[in-house]
């Protein structure tokens, strides 16, 4: 086995021996072999080092999945330059944060965008500001990019790889800092987790400033497989977005729940699409089980579902879960999340001495990233020495309330910061929301909490039905037997469909504002 400590030199590798197979294809028809994505990233490679950008300088890139996109990644990864994905449709006041945040060397947009380009000129007069599609990509090749660059070798593993920015509590985004190490490791987890091979075929449905795109992109082109980049625009649409992946050939789907429900509740998914996919994994929130089970029973007799929980600051992914039969029995809590990935271990950080297997989930382990760049105070806040150990080790404490059950799995029990304190009663909204995914007629469901004044609050419900008979007050009376009285939601709104954010995630924020 090669020996590849930073991800350059492992893209390398992958290119030696899988010169002529398919690494990007889309569903246009264009296609790209890894010989050709390795020419035309040293190609960018040589001019980012021409601009003067050096290890340890950050390249912000408003990707839209293009060939010159992925090539640019793949150009940072290769001369030890920290690239960060951004969204061109987030709002302004968002992106003068992250970019005063990271203060990248340059900035690269896919598009022309006259409003975003003056914006950030106005903001940034100094900093390199580039448009991928007119000055940096030539289709002539020459000798040299043929060749591996030598700067590769000079990365070492615990080199920072790329930003991913998250939501603050604050409002203010954190960017989780991944290192060459840390990619490596959740390369070969994922490898054998998945079982994944130079046959299969990836989707690319996330957006790629979103943590779950570092499965589609890393898990896939780094162990020889293809990626199918799917764009904004194509998600959007569930019949399109079907028919892509059964013409595309893809085997590995992985998604939000979000998405997933939306396919089934369109009607766009049915029992015979999806038909070269083996494996279809979740995770960024929970699946409401109403909805899994229907999902399970169209589609699980071939092809195996995967629950997967992981955290930004954690490479994506810590653990999997394979769903069954059983997991059906109990149709009032989420599917667990299983055992924690070979790669990690964890501590419970129990606030009730008399259940020490549940509190606050925290990881350990070699997926345990950097910390949020440029944030100090935020990073010593989340990760932390382990209390329990006679040396120094960091784990991250992820905010996620967790319960060990008596045969080891884990099972998710909301958010330290969406846990409400009402009527007296300590409550997770979660619980009230899992409440709601067993009505037969839910689609998607969002609870939030809404402070009246210091001391009362009110909780409130939005909720997607399917059947157009389904009223608030029916919604009511079936909630009333499943939950006490102090967790009833005070106001019930049905609503056709549930706001989303840009990662495709109910959008809690917006439905305060209804």
């Given at each position: 086995?090669?020996?590849?400590?930073?991800?350059?030199?492992?893209?390398?590798?992958?290119?030696?021996?899988?010169?002529?197979?398919?690494?990007?294809?889309?569903?246009?028809?264009?296609?790209?072999?890894?010989?050709?994505?390795?020419?035309?990233?040293?190609?960018?490679?040589?001019?980012?080092?021409?601009?003067?950008?050096?290890?340890?300088?950050?390249?912000?890139?408003?990707?839209?999945?293009?060939?010159?996109?992925?090539?640019?990644?793949?150009?940072?990864?290769?001369?030890?330059?920290?690239?960060?994905?951004?969204?061109?449709?987030?709002?302004?006041?968002?992106?003068?944060?992250?970019?005063?945040?990271?203060?990248?060397?340059?900035?690269?947009?896919?598009?022309?965008?006259?409003?975003?380009?003056?914006?950030?000129?106005?903001?940034?007069?100094?900093?390199?500001?580039?448009?991928?599609?007119?000055?940096?990509?030539?289709?002539?090749?020459?000798?040299?990019?043929?060749?591996?660059?030598?700067?590769?070798?000079?990365?070492?593993?615990?080199?920072?790889?790329?930003?991913?920015?998250?939501?603050?509590?604050?409002?203010?985004?954190?960017?989780?800092?991944?290192?060459?190490?840390?990619?490596?490791?959740?390369?070969?987890?994922?490898?054998?987790?998945?079982?994944?091979?130079?046959?299969?075929?990836?989707?690319?449905?996330?957006?790629?400033?979103?943590?779950?795109?570092?499965?589609?992109?890393?898990?896939?082109?780094?162990?020889?497989?293809?990626?199918?980049?799917?764009?904004?625009?194509?998600?959007?649409?569930?019949?399109?977005?079907?028919?892509?992946?059964?013409?595309?050939?893809?085997?590995?789907?992985?998604?939000?729940?979000?998405?997933?429900?939306?396919?089934?509740?369109?009607?766009?998914?049915?029992?015979?699409?999806?038909?070269?996919?083996?494996?279809?994994?979740?995770?960024?929130?929970?699946?409401?089980?109403?909805?899994?089970?229907?999902?399970?029973?169209?589609?699980?007799?071939?092809?195996?579902?995967?629950?997967?929980?992981?955290?930004?600051?954690?490479?994506?992914?810590?653990s999997s879960y394979i769903i069954s039969e059983k997991d059906f029995e109990n149709m009032q809590e989420?599917?667990?999340?299983?055992?924690?990935?070979?790669?990690?271990?964890?501590?419970?950080?129990?606030?009730?001495?008399?259940?020490?297997?549940?509190?606050?989930?925290?990881?350990?382990?070699?997926?345990?990233g950097l910390g949020y760049y440029n944030d100090p105070d935020r990073t010593a806040r989340s990760f932390?020495?382990?209390?329990?150990?006679?040396?120094?080790?960091?784990?991250?404490?992820?905010?996620?309330?967790?319960?060990?059950?008596?045969?080891?799995?884990?099972?998710?029990?909301?958010?330290?910061?969406?846990?409400?304190?009402?009527?007296?009663?300590?409550?997770?909204?979660?619980?009230?929301?899992?409440?709601?995914?067993?009505?037969?007629?839910?689609?998607?469901?969002?609870?939030?909490?809404?402070?009246?004044?210091?001391?009362?609050?009110?909780?409130?419900?939005?909720?997607?039905?399917?059947?157009?008979?389904?009223?608030?007050?029916?919604?009511?009376?079936?909630?009333?037997?499943?939950?006490?009285?102090?967790?009833?939601?005070?106001?019930?709104?049905?609503?056709?469909?549930?706001?989303?954010?840009?990662?495709?995630?109910?959008?809690?924020?917006?439905?305060?504002?209804?």
């Amino acid at each position: 086995m090669a020996y590849c400590y930073n991800l350059g030199l492992a893209f390398n590798h992958i290119v030696e021996r899988h010169p002529t197979k398919t690494a990007l294809q889309f569903p246009n028809g264009s296609a790209y072999t890894f010989s050709v994505l390795h020419q035309y990233s040293n190609q960018m490679a040589r001019f980012l080092l021409s601009s003067g950008l050096k290890p340890g300088h950050v390249v912000a890139i408003f990707n839209e999945k293009s060939i010159q996109a992925y090539a640019l990644m793949l150009a940072c990864l290769k001369t030890g330059i920290i690239y960060t994905n951004l969204d061109a449709a987030s709002p302004w006041a968002r992106l003068e944060k992250i970019i005063n945040t990271c203060a990248p060397s340059a900035i690269f947009l896919e598009h022309t965008d006259d409003c975003l380009f003056q914006s950030i000129q106005n903001h940034s007069p100094s900093v390199a500001l580039y448009k991928l599609h007119d000055t940096l990509f030539s289709e002539k090749i020459g000798t040299q990019e043929k060749t591996h660059l030598a700067e590769s070798a000079g990365i070492t593993g615990n080199h920072p790889a790329y930003i991913m920015f998250t939501s603050g509590s604050t409002g203010f985004p954190k960017g989780a800092v991944m290192s060459h190490a840390n990619v490596l490791n959740f390369i070969a987890w994922g490898q054998t987790t998945f079982d994944v091979t130079p046959h299969d075929i990836f989707t690319n449905a996330n957006p790629i400033y979103f943590d779950n795109s570092v499965f589609d992109f890393y898990v896939s082109i780094f162990n020889g497989a293809s990626l199918v980049p799917l764009g904004h625009d194509l998600v959007k649409q569930p019949k399109a977005l079907v028919e892509a992946i059964n013409q595309s050939g893809c085997t590995i789907w992985f998604s939000v729940p979000s998405l997933l429900v939306y396919l089934l509740t369109t009607k766009a998914l049915s029992a015979t699409d999806f038909k070269t996919v083996t494996r279809i994994s979740f995770g960024g929130e929970g699946f409401p089980k109403n909805k899994l089970k229907q999902l399970f029973e169209m589609v699980g007799h071939r092809i195996t579902l995967f629950n997967v929980y992981g955290p930004t600051e954690c490479t994506c992914i810590c653990s999997s879960y394979i769903i069954s039969e059983k997991d059906f029995e109990n149709m009032q809590e989420l599917a667990p999340l299983g055992f924690l990935a070979p790669n990690f271990s964890y501590e419970i950080i129990s606030a009730d001495p008399a259940h020490p297997d549940t509190g606050e989930l925290a990881l350990i382990g070699p997926c345990v990233g950097l910390g949020y760049y440029n944030d100090p105070d935020r990073t010593a806040r989340s990760f932390v020495p382990n209390s329990k150990t006679a040396y120094h080790q960091i784990m991250y404490k992820t905010g996620d309330l967790v319960e060990k059950a008596a045969n080891g799995y884990l099972h998710f029990r909301g958010r330290v910061d969406n846990q409400v304190k009402h009527m007296g009663y300590r409550i997770e909204l979660e619980e009230i929301e899992a409440a709601f995914s067993t009505l037969s007629y839910v689609n998607e469901v969002g609870v939030i909490y809404e402070k009246l004044n210091a001391e009362l609050g009110q909780i409130k419900a939005f909720v997607s039905v399917s059947k157009k008979e389904v009223d608030k007050n029916s919604v009511l009376n079936d909630l009333k037997q499943l939950l006490p009285s102090y967790m009833i939601p005070r106001v019930i709104t049905l609503l056709e469909v549930l706001p989303k954010n840009a990662n495709g995630k109910i959008d809690r924020k917006q439905l305060a504002l209804l």
